[in-house]
């Protein structure tokens, strides 16, 4: 009996371009809170007020943005105090009559205490300055080092996610799957993932929804997971990707694909990481390329070099009525 290639629940037609996979793999690792798989969001409308919650405004900021934030607030402090010392002359011994520079370097002494003694407070006025700046200086240095030990101690996943969907046939049956790798190499139990495409619906009274369809995966947890993990997701009856036009259906409603996995690092406890990957990163017909290599002695060693990289099918194994080339971009 000759071997008959399994249904497909996707479109007889050639891919359009706006399908097709980059023409160059990226290389380079994005691993930044800001990276490019994160959801993009636009507010309009927001007005910008970060000391409503400057807790958390100061807490999100990269480590550059938070050392110049520290730093401004430090240099804006003691300009203040500066100009109440420069507003009253004599108030400081030693220091040079209306120079605004002696009256900020006695601030940053003051504020610091580090209290050289060259120039000191010597009227009643210059004392009440120096108490409230020397109550400021121990409020600010025990806020900051609260908010530098936060950020150290936030705990950070450093996931990597494949920039690329494959929809391919696995045992006959179509699947979608993308991987991930843990890119410290340490131990994370109870990794768990999940799924969700979010799409644009528009109801019969011409409200217009965003709605979340769960997406049910093969296996969606993992005990240990230290190196990589290829996620797979069964095209059925109960996949959005089921049935013919599905992703001509799923693009006109605007839909992306979110991931979110959570777990339990050995050293920092709970992480979590997230990505979201656009229809148009879907590749046809192909599989990823080995990283893994387990040597004679044991070790285990993983290739980030080809991590992104996808390697063709053989056409008996494409899925029916898909195109001998499929979306495979160029190597």
Do not use: C
């Not at 994160?38 to 990269?62: C, E, K, M, N």
């Not at 409200?207 to 005990?223: A, K």
């Not at 089921?242 to 001509?248: K, Q, T, V």
């Amino acid at each position: 009996m000759p071997e008959t290639t399994p249904a497909s629940p996707f479109r007889s037609t050639p891919p359009s371009p706006s399908e097709r996979a980059p023409s160059t793999p990226r290389r380079s690792v994005n691993l930044s809170p800001r990276a490019s798989g994160r959801p993009r969001v636009r507010a309009i409308g927001q007005r910008f007020a970060p000391h409503q919650d400057l807790y958390h405004y100061v807490l999100t900021r990269t480590w550059t943005e938070f050392f110049l934030l520290m730093g401004l607030a430090f240099l804006g402090a003691n300009a203040l105090f500066a100009f109440f010392y420069w507003m009253a002359p004599g108030s400081v011994a030693n220091a040079r009559p209306g120079s605004f520079e002696d009256a900020f370097f006695f601030s940053v002494q003051t504020m610091a205490t580090i209290g050289y003694g060259g120039m000191t407070p010597v009227t009643r006025f210059a004392h009440i300055v120096v108490t409230i700046e020397a109550m400021t200086g121990i409020l600010s240095v025990a806020l900051i080092t609260g908010i530098t030990f936060a950020k150290f101690a936030r705990p950070t996943a450093r996931v990597l996610f494949s920039d690329k969907v494959i929809l391919a046939a696995r045992n006959g049956v179509p699947h979608l799957s993308f991987r991930v790798a843990n890119w410290r190499h340490n131990l994370v139990s109870e990794a768990q993932l999940r799924v969700i495409v979010l799409l644009t619906e528009t109801t019969r009274e011409g409200e217009t929804l965003r709605r979340q369809v769960e997406v049910p995966l093969v296996r969606d947890n993992t005990p240990l997971f230290a190196l990589s993990w290829t996620v797979f997701h069964k095209i059925d009856e109960r996949s959005p990707f089921y049935g013919p036009d599905a992703l001509e259906r799923l693009r006109a409603g605007s839909a992306e694909m979110f991931v979110t996995l959570t777990g339990l690092d050995e050293a920092m406890g709970q992480i979590h990481a997230q990505y979201s990957y656009r229809l148009d990163n879907i590749v046809t017909n192909v599989r990823f390329a080995d990283v893994l290599t387990l040597h004679s002695d044991g070790v285990r060693e993983i290739d980030y070099r080809n991590f992104h990289e996808v390697v063709p099918l053989a056409p008996e194994h494409h899925l029916a009525n898909e195109p001998a080339s499929g979306n495979m971009p160029p190597r």
